[in-house]
């Protein structure tokens, strides 16, 4: 695996990448923040089986976080997250710098207007043009074929593949499943950052979205009564403050009032040492996609059909 830090270098491995392959060469790309899991492993797992060379990035971007977040605090292993990506079979590693990323007297970002506005983004102002603009420049740096996205930040893969498409970019996105706990919980890299007391409450937030994929598929289509059952399902985790608790359209992430067509059932808690995010879309049907667990044997719940 070849690791490079700067546009110049990436630019000349990528070309010998491209090169050294046959005449239909495809790169798949998996754009990370580093801290690596298996939810991410999950994705480079799934960049090699369906491209010919895989090439991972590593930056946390400081613009998409607010002022008082995370980000000088955020998990940093390079060494660790260096050897995850040799194991997987990783070809090209890119870790850029912020300076190499915004290069001096940067202006430009990339606005996906409304979409960056509500759930996420009413929260955190400004973090979806952060997400935009540094996604677009590592796909124009990396000029991949496919580029993978978790499920998990569901409204991050809905921007992506918007701005994507807006912008004529010529990559094709591809969203993976969600992984999770034996109990349910999404695997993230914040979830180092919960006390014990918080991780036993933290199964809450799938617990309520699996409620809403049940009433569905018994045949509810009140978005009120939907989000009753979810909201109810969150007062187990006494210790987190419901942020956003909603059922929007899968594309427009407009709220909806009648489950009538795909749609995204997304939720946010606050707990004392993190806020942690979750998602799983639904449809008129149920579930639109099978819910994917590191243990499926162990958990029992997880593979739904899609
Ligand atoms: P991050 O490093 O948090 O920016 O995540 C990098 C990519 O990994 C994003 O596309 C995430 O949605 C994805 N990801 C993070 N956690 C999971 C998970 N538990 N399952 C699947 N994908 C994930």
């Known amino acids: 695996m070849r690791v490079v830090r700067t546009r110049s270098e990436l630019a000349g491995a990528r070309g010998a990448l491209a090169a050294s392959t046959a005449s239909a060469a495809s790169i798949g790309f998996v754009p990370t923040m580093g801290a690596l899991h298996e939810g991410h492993a999950s994705l480079f797992r799934r960049a090699s089986q369906q491209n010919n060379s895989v090439v991972a990035s590593i930056f946390v971007n400081p613009t998409q976080f607010l002022p008082n977040e995370d980000f000088s605090k955020y998990p940093r292993d390079e060494a660790a997250d260096l050897a995850m990506l040799e194991s997987l079979g990783v070809d090209l590693a890119f870790l850029p710098s912020v300076e190499e990323m915004y290069p001096p007297g940067a202006v430009t970002s990339v606005d996906v207007g409304r979409?960056?506005?509500?759930?996420?983004?009413?929260?955190?102002?400004?973090?979806?043009?952060?997400?935009?603009?540094?996604?677009?420049?590592?796909?124009?740096?990396?000029?991949?074929?496919?580029?993978?996205?978790?499920?998990?930040?569901?409204?991050?893969?809905?921007?992506?593949?918007?701005?994507?498409?807006?912008?004529?970019?010529?990559?094709?996105?591809?969203?993976?499943?969600?992984?999770?706990?034996?109990?349910?919980?999404?695997?993230?890299?914040?979830?180092?950052?919960?006390?014990?007391?918080?991780?036993?409450?933290?199964?809450?937030?799938?617990?309520?979205?699996?409620?809403?994929?049940?009433?569905?598929?018994?045949?509810?289509?009140?978005?009120?009564?939907?989000?009753?059952?979810?909201?109810?399902?969150?007062?187990?985790?006494?210790?987190?403050?419901?942020?956003?608790?909603?059922?929007?359209?899968?594309?427009?992430?407009e709220e909806l009032r009648t489950l009538d067509r795909p749609a995204l059932a997304s939720l946010a808690v606050r707990f004392p040492s993190a806020r942690l995010i979750d998602c799983l879309p639904i449809g008129p049907i149920g579930p639109i996609h099978p819910i994917h667990s590191i243990y499926p044997s162990a958990s029992g719940s997880p593979s739904r059909p899609a």
Do not use: W
């Open 115 to 253: 979409l960056g506005d509500v759930l996420e983004g009413a929260s955190r102002p400004g973090h979806f043009r952060g997400v935009a603009t540094v996604v677009a420049t590592l796909f124009n740096l990396v000029q991949p074929t496919r580029a993978y996205f978790g499920q998990k930040d569901g409204q991050q893969s809905i921007v992506v593949d918007r701005f994507t498409r807006d912008l004529g970019l010529p990559v094709e996105i591809v969203i993976c499943p969600t992984v999770r706990e034996s109990n349910g919980l999404a695997l993230s890299s914040r979830n180092r950052y919960l006390t014990d007391h918080e991780r036993l409450q933290a199964p809450a937030l799938f617990r309520a979205l699996e409620a809403a994929a049940d009433a569905v598929a018994g045949g509810e289509t009140s978005v009120d009564r939907l989000r009753e059952r979810m909201g109810s399902e969150l007062e187990v985790a006494s210790l987190g403050t419901p942020d956003y608790v909603s059922i929007a359209d899968a594309e427009t992430l």
